[in-house]
C-alpha cells in the first residue's frame, strides 16, 4: 500500500491506518519522507519508503545526489535498526 504524500499523513496517522491493515501488507511511505522522520514512519508501521524531491530536483549536482542518496541509506538503517533494538 502507498501511502501519498507523507506530509498529509503524520506517523500517527499511518500507525491508525496501519492497526487495521493484515500484517503481512507491506506499506510505504512516500512524498515528504527524510532521513528526519524515517524512524517515526517505521515505529509507526511503514515497510518502507519512496523518496523523490528528497534526493533529486532538477539541476542537482550528481555528487551531491549521490551524497544525499548515501545519508539517506544510512539514516534508513539505523533507524532499522533502532526499531530491531526496541523489540
Known sequence: LKIFPAEL????????VRAVLPLELPVFVVGGVNAGNMTD???AG???FG???ALFKPGKPV???AAD???????FRAAQAQLQDSI
Request: avoid cysteine.
Open 41 to 43: 514512519y517505521l515505529k
Open 9 to 16: 499523513f503524520t506517523p500517527a496517522a499511518v500507525k491508525a
Open 51 to 53: 523518496l523523490g524531491s
Open 46 to 48: 511503514a515497510t518502507g
Open 69 to 75: 542518496a548515501r545519508e539517506i541509506v544510512a539514516a
Open 63 to 65: 555528487e551531491q545526489v
